[in-house]
């Protein structure tokens, strides 16, 4: 079975300009979590969705959203893009919404914003 | 929210030397779960252990909730096994929301 995946693998975009960022779930995983990670520092909490609704949002600015969508794929979107921005954004899935199940990774998007 | 600690930072090993990772958190969790990220940036799962203790291989890890802190061993380590290890624990009451520790640097030389 297919893992989690992302796309795109790399973006490079300019201050101010709107990002969106997909992924798609291991087939059968309705919960859907965005982290970003800074340079040398562990992931942070972004955003869980499951079954569409968001479950649980980490301290990010209104410009950070996001969606689920009935296949439980998943957009990240981010608006008026800052230099600080840039990192590596990563989504995991899991079965369900439960802090008792384990999440799978997928490889990440990096993002680059100048 | 909660804090998440893990020592050391940086770890340089010869391959073949075992070697022990830390990890201290502030408060009680749901779940804690250890993670290899490789140079390339996938996060690798490698254990689920809210409590106890559990191997796979070369490595093995413990945990002990009632004390707040959980441990990592790499045996007969590999080249391979170069990347960052970080914990990540779930301590929240009806969703799931992960914060991880910084993670521990290792670099295993031939």
């Known amino acids: 079975d297919a893992g989690v995946t992302q796309s795109p693998t790399h973006l490079i975009k300019t201050r101010g300009q709107h990002v969106t960022l997909r992924c798609s779930p291991i087939?059968?995983?309705?919960?859907v979590s965005w982290y970003q990670q800074v340079l040398g520092q562990g992931p942070q909490f972004i955003f869980q969705?499951?079954?569409?609704?968001?479950?649980g949002r980490g301290n990010f600015p209104d410009r950070f959203s996001a969606r689920q969508f009935p296949n439980y794929s998943s957009e990240l979107n981010v608006n008026a893009l800052l230099l600080g921005d840039s990192a590596l954004y990563l989504c995991a899935s899991s079965l369900a919404d439960s802090p008792q199940e384990t999440q799978y990774f997928g490889p990440g998007t990096r993002l680059l914003v100048l | 929210g909660i804090q998440v600690e893990q020592s050391p930072p940086d770890l340089i090993l010869q391959e073949g030397a075992n070697s022990t990772l830390r990890c201290n958190f502030s408060?009680?969790?749901?779940?804690l779960q250890w993670f290899h990220q490789n140079p390339w940036g996938q996060l690798i799962n490698l254990f689920y252990i809210p409590s106890g203790t559990k191997q796979n291989g070369r490595l093995s890890a413990t945990t002990v909730a009632t004390e707040r802190y959980s441990l990592l061993y790499i045996s007969s380590s590999q080249t391979t096994d170069s990347g960052v290890y970080f914990c990540a624990v779930d301590y929240s009451g009806g969703y799931q929301k992960v914060t991880f520790g910084i993670g521990t640097k290792l670099q295993v030389i031939p």
């Open positions: 087939s059968g995983h309705k919960s």
């Open positions: 408060d009680s969790v749901n779940n």
């Open positions: 969705y499951y079954e569409k609704e968001e479950r």
